[in-house]
């Protein structure tokens, strides 16, 4: 399944990856591959068979698990895989919707992921905080939950970023006080008002007044 110019545009998008795990498989590929081993022997050994040597056969992993309709299945597998999840793309990959047939239940565990010391476990607890709990199950307290973060990655705290940009979208009244207030480090502050403002979903108007609210360099310091 190999396709060598995907693979070098592939390296080319997660660069904390070491580049010779990537070999350069097409997402359609991947998933077609995803619906012939679920339910298989072979899937459940591939699965129990930790730590893999690839991204795809992490890419491959994450979809099996997006597979699993039981919410005490799913989150088993996932609570087994997140340790050995090495990069952004497999991480935001893995958003099985097993998880969010419970939110009142997952919200235990969302709060263990933020607390680990592993990125992209914090990681994807704020996507499943981004993808859950900010429509119809809004809670404003999730909103301090994220705010309270703290954290030196990179990918984390673009994952912040992106929550409140979503959040501004969704929720813009209750997320608007975490901005105004600064309540973010200058580089998160400024990265979230630069997806909201990419965003379709926030008017003309809402966009001019968080473009006034962007931290400059000298503030930063």
Not at 203 to 220: H, Y
Request: glycine share 4%.
């Amino acid at each position: 399944m190999q396709d060598i110019p995907y693979r070098d545009f592939q390296r080319k998008l997660i660069p904390g990856l070491d580049p010779e795990t990537i070999i350069g498989v097409r997402t359609p590929q991947l998933r077609r591959l995803v619906r012939q081993l679920w339910g298989t022997p072979e899937a459940a050994d591939f699965m129990a068979a930790l730590p893999h040597c690839l991204f795809e056969e992490n890419q491959v992993h994450a979809g099996l698990i997006m597979q699993e309709k039981d919410f005490d299945a799913c989150l088993a597998l996932v609570n087994n895989f997140l340790p050995h999840v090495d990069n952004w793309a497999t991480c935001d990959q893995l958003s099985p919707k097993a998880l969010q047939t419970n939110l009142p239940r997952l919200m235990d565990s969302i709060r263990a992921w933020l607390t680990s010391d592993h990125q992209y476990t914090v990681r994807f607890g704020v996507n499943c905080l981004m993808q859950g709990y900010l429509g119809n199950a809004f809670d404003p307290s999730v909103l301090e939950m994220v705010a309270m973060l703290q954290h030196e990655d990179y990918y984390v705290r673009m994952g912040v970023a992106w929550y409140f940009a979503t959040a501004l979208a969704l929720q813009y009244d209750a997320a608007l006080p975490y901005i105004e207030q600064r309540r973010l480090e200058p580089w998160t502050h400024n990265k979230a008002i630069q997806k909201a403002i990419e965003s379709r979903r926030i008017t003309p108007a809402q966009k001019d007044a968080l473009r006034a609210m962007k931290i400059g360099r000298s503030k930063q310091a």
